[in-house]
């Protein structure tokens, strides 16, 4: 088994694993997330999925959120509140510019500036839309703090920055639900 690294953010503990890419994609995202989720309850674990699409853990009554790149897989969970995650490649920063209409709305293309922050703000909306767990459309119903806050809005449901940061390779986005 791959090591798996180990961060705490208050109450949220977050494992990060390198994924077995010799597996077909599907498979070793779902065994590698599979593997960290054990390790983190200390006992094996099967994930499933609510009927929102957010995962399961069958006698987890935490909160769980997963993410994952090309090379890493990311599961954050959390006891006592609804915790969303995302990670992505950092190199994937410089096709943002291009993307981000997508999904930021102009004053955040603004305010996240530059390939870098624009990839952090892409994390920030992915991990909010994970913590809400509402059905939100990205560009209009997520709103980043543009003033130095850590509170997003995503469909009117508050949602706090525990991290956004660069980590290795990877930039990782750590939020929760107010």
Same mark, same amino acid.
């Given at each position: ?94 096709? !943002? @510019?291009?993307?981000?209409? /997508?999904?930021? $709305?102009?004053?955040? *293309? +603004? ?5 870098? =922050? ?25 709103? !980043? @703090?543009?003033?130095?806050? /850590?509170?997003? $809005?995503?469909?009117? *449901? +508050? ?5 956004? =940061? ?13």
């Amino acid at each position: 088994m791959n090591e798996i690294e180990i961060l705490h953010y208050v109450s949220t503990t977050v494992g990060l694993m390198a994924i077995d890419r010799s597996l077909p994609a599907r498979q070793a995202e779902r065994a590698a997330a599979q593997a960290v989720a054990s390790f983190l309850l200390g006992r094996e674990v099967g994930i499933d999925h609510h009927s929102d699409g957010a995962p399961l853990i069958a006698d987890y009554r935490g909160w769980v959120s997963i993410s994952h790149s090309r090379s890493t897989v990311a599961v954050a969970i959390d006891p006592e509140r609804a915790i969303g995650i995302d990670i992505e490649e950092r190199e994937r920063a410089p096709r !943002l @510019p291009k993307l981000a209409p /997508r999904v930021l $709305t102009s004053t955040e *293309i +603004a305010t996240y500036n530059g390939p870098e =922050e624009l990839l952090r703000a892409w994390t920030l909306k992915e991990a909010a839309y994970k913590a809400a767990r509402a059905g939100v459309d990205f560009l209009h119903d997520i709103q !980043l @703090p543009g003033d130095g806050s /850590r509170r997003i $809005t995503a469909a009117g *449901i +508050a949602v706090d920055i525990l991290a956004s =940061e660069p980590h290795g390779p990877l930039i990782l986005s750590l939020v929760y639900r107010r």
